[in-house]
Every structure is written in structure tokens, then in C-alpha cells.
């Protein structure tokens, strides 16, 4: 949610490498890295719904705010959130209710890490979340995903949208999810941003990404002009930038590419659904001996 230059499919495509999901993974599992990165928000929990349930019961929007709503990742482009400054402050406020805690977990979340562990897997959660919110995360998995992660790091993307004075300035600085996880020997990762997950793409080396849920705000990128990241919805619709109903139009242009086949992804990140079929892409991989037991 925080401001940040955000990466495009076309200053990607000249920087690509031609190596799948499946090679980049067999790489790194032959190399002895057996662990898997995993987000938090909107992979095991359902954050965003949550926070679209919580902003309906403390705020007014006609119609109401639902999770469709969600079409940018930058909560302050999307209907109802007003300036970033404005937009921090409701999620601060939140943030004083409960929201992290209130959460629910994402539907075979927890079946699926305890499979991905039984097929020899180790796991590391990597979340944009800030430090500040590390005992309520702890207390959280100990609740609905105990002793499944052998650590967990904060990378502290949300850390400006909590702060109302540089909601609207460069954002301190961070370490990506793709350097976190190099780090931590991480042989993919589980996110739901499409944005992560082209960062992680472009990063030197590679990093495969399981591309998790079929979200509104993965299903295409925002306008690739970076300057308009800062706007808000509403002055957003004024410039013509997008529509009173969310869509702008380099969006829907993409999301039409997409549906017809012609958006291509970068090869090191691999599209599922849900946790069944995280499993079974990784199961794939167990089958070809580069999971428990061939390393």
C-alpha cells in the first residue's frame, strides 16, 4: 500500500530471462534450497476483505465498499479512500480495532502448508506488513496456523501509509520480498501482488512466484505512467486518468489482453487459484526428484 515506483510489463520484457517456473525452481532445488516464501495478507489471511467489512462499518459509501472494489493496489486509488493521507488514517484506524487480528484465514491455507511441509518443504513467511505489527502476526498464526513457519520478516511496505506526514513522500527505505527470500535461501514465493511479483522476475538472480488468488488488484497493473501513483481516486476521474467506477482505461486495456491470451507474463511466475493448487504445482515438482529425499 505504500507509494513506490512500480514495476511494467514493458520496461520488463527487455530485461527477461527465458527460464520458467519449473526451470527456476529445478535450479534452485538441485542447489540444495528447499525453502518457500510465503505472503501473509490475502495469501493466508483475508485481509482486504476484512478491511472492505471494517471501512463499511465505520465509514459511509454509497453503494458499499466490497472486495471488487480493490482494483489498484495503492488503497487510495480505489473508490472511497480519499488522499494517502486520509487513506492512512483509516487504516490506522483499523489497525486501533482489531483489523489484523480479525482477519480470516484464507480457505485450505493451512492444509496446504502443512502439505507443502510433509513433501519436505521449509517455510518462511515474508510479509510488507511493519515491525510494529509482529506480535499481533505472531499471536495470529499461533491461533490458525501454528508451527508451520520457521521465521517470519516484515519488510515494512505498509510503514507509510501509517504515517499521515509521508503518506505522500518517498517512502523510507526497504528491502524487496525478492532480496529477503535470496537471503533467506528461498526457492520460490507465494504472493498475491502482480506488482511483487514482476519485481521478483526482474530481480538478478530470478525469483519464481506462485501468483496467489484471483483478485481484482492481481488481474492487471495499474497505468504504467508511475507519476500518477500519488493521485487519488477522485482526482484521478477529474484528470480523465480513470472512470467514477474505478477502471482506468490502461488497466482495462490490459485486463481485455489478458482475457484473450496476449498479457505474457514473465515465464518465472505461474498463475493459481488457491492452496489446492499450490499443492499440486508443488507436488509436480516432488514427482521429477527435486523434493524430499533427491537432494
Not at 517456473?21 to 534452485?28: G, T
Not at 495503492?74 to 493521507?85: I, M
Not at 499461533?142 to 510503514?159: C, I, Q, R, W, Y
Not at 497505468?223 to 500518477?228: G, L, M, Y
Request: hydrophobic share 35%; with cysteine; glycine share 6%.
Amino acid at each position: 500500500m505504500s507509494r513506490r515506483i512500480q514495476p511494467t510489463l514493458r520496461g520488463f520484457q527487455t530485461t527477461r530471462r527465458a527460464m520458467s517456473f519449473n526451470s527456476l525452481c529445478k535450479e534452485a532445488l538441485s542447489s540444495g534450497k528447499k525453502v518457500i516464501a510465503v505472503d501473509a495478507d490475502d495469501v493466508l489471511a483475508s485481509t482486504n476483505a476484512k478491511v472492505a467489512e471494517m471501512y463499511n462499518e465505520l465509514y459511509e459509501l454509497d453503494p458499499p465498499m466490497r472486495l471488487t472494489d480493490f482494483r489498484h493496489y495503492l488503497y487510495w486509488q480505489n473508490r472511497g479512500w480519499g488522499t494517502p493521507v486520509e487513506t492512512a488514517e483509516k487504516i490506522r484506524n483499523m489497525y486501533r480495532r482489531g483489523l489484523l487480528a480479525k482477519a480470516e484465514p484464507i480457505k485450505g491455507a493451512r492444509e496446504g502448508l502443512q502439505a507443502l511441509k510433509d513433501l519436505g518443504f521449509r517455510l518462511v513467511l515474508i510479509t510488507a506488513r511493519g515491525p510494529d505489527t509482529e506480535p499481533g502476526t505472531h499471536v495470529w498464526l499461533k491461533e490458525n496456523m501454528p508451527d508451520l513457519f520457521e521465521s517470519l520478516h516484515f519488510t515494512g511496505a505498509f510503514v507509510a501509509m501509517q504515517n499521515p506526514d509521508t503518506a505522500t513522500a518517498s517512502p523510507p527505505k526497504k528491502r524487496s520480498k525478492a532480496a529477503v527470500a535470496h537471503a533467506l535461501g528461498a526457492c520460490l514465493l507465494i504472493d498475491d501482488s502482480l506488482e511483487n511479483a514482476l519485481t521478483c522476475a526482474a530481480h538478478e538472480p530470478p525469483l519464481p512466484v506462485l501468483l496467489f488468488g484471483k483478485y481484482p488488484w492481481n488481474s492487471h497493473l495499474t497505468a504504467e505512467d508511475t507519476t500518477e501513483d500519488d493521485k487519488a481516486h477522485q482526482e484521478r476521474v477529474l484528470r480523465g486518468i480513470e472512470s467514477e467506477k474505478g477502471e482506468d482505461l490502461a488497466s482495462r486495456l490490459k485486463r481485455e489482453e489478458e482475457t484473450k491470451g496476449r498479457l505474457d507474463l514473465p515465464d518465472s511466475v505461474q498463475r493459481v487459484d488457491n492452496w489446492e493448487e499450490v499443492v499440486e504445482t508443488l507436488k509436480g515438482l516432488s514427482k521429477d526428484g527435486l523434493a524430499k529425499g533427491r537432494l
